[in-house]
């Protein structure tokens, strides 16, 4: 069974800081996606990694996927309280490009305070 | 230009009592997927359908839960005879063709007594 731990599980922060959260498994992913999901709503897709050593920029968030293609980190810069919420990672697990039997982590709960 | 609609969004049942849960993907999205959120854990896969076809349920539990996917209409999961255990946040996502971003629905959180 391919697990993804999510780490911290929770971080509370202030306006301006700067947080990474991480990804790790044993298990090689063909891809790897980041979610972000708000209380009661459903998870949004941020951003998908593909290569190994890959890192990609969505404004003030920085992902990167591992050499091994086995984890990745979500590095966030300037916090700001909008970006509250939950982080997911999720790995494709049967691979082939298929991207729906996707594996979640438990996610890190980020609180940004004003 | 609506996402995937879920409903009911919460959704009460008693043990022994079947719950429906509906899912309407997105405007032109054929392909389906169930997804659990039980609490204290990640989300799981549980199955996808194409219309009028399950593709793979490898995630479904074997017993008391199925789902469909009509060629007209929503689509369906339904649990029969539920237990405390089913309690959870089931979410649908869909996409245009296998292999592309999924949208995820807003989620039905179903609570057994």
């Known amino acids: 069974t391919q697990l993804l731990e999510q780490s911290p599980q929770f971080l509370s922060i202030q306006e301006g800081e700067n947080l990474t959260v991480y990804c790790n498994s044993s298990?090689?992913?063909?891809?790897l996606q980041w979610y972000r999901q708000e209380p009661g709503e459903g998870p949004v897709l941020l951003v998908t990694v593909v290569t190994g050593g890959e890192v990609k920029k969505l404004k003030r968030l920085t992902f990167q996927f591992g050499d091994a293609r086995k984890d990745s980190s979500l590095h966030i810069t300037a916090a700001q309280p909008g970006d509250t919420g939950l982080y997911l990672c999720a790995g494709d697990s049967r691979g082939g490009g298929s991207n729906y039997k996707l594996t979640f982590g438990k996610g890190t709960l980020l609180t940004v305070n004003p | 230009n609506a996402g995937v609609m879920q409903n009911p969004r919460h959704l009460v049942r008693r043990r022994g009592q079947e719950a429906r849960l509906r899912c309407s993907p997105m405007?032109?999205?054929?392909?389906v997927y169930w997804y659990r959120q039980l609490p204290e854990e990640g989300l799981k896969f549980m199955v996808y359908?194409?219309?009028?076809?399950?593709?793979?349920e490898s995630g479904m539990p074997k017993e008391r839960f199925s789902a469909e996917f009509p060629k007209e209409g929503p689509s369906i999961l339904r649990i029969q005879q539920v237990v405390r255990g089913d309690s959870a946040a089931y979410f649908c996502?869909?996409?245009?063709?296998?292999?592309?971003?999924?949208?995820f629905g807003s989620g039905t959180q179903l609570s057994v007594l």
């Open positions: 298990s090689v992913f063909s891809s």
């Open positions: 996502a869909s996409s245009p063709r296998v292999g592309e971003k999924l949208f």
């Open positions: 405007k032109g999205h054929s392909h």
């Open positions: 359908l194409q219309k009028e076809n399950i593709i793979d």
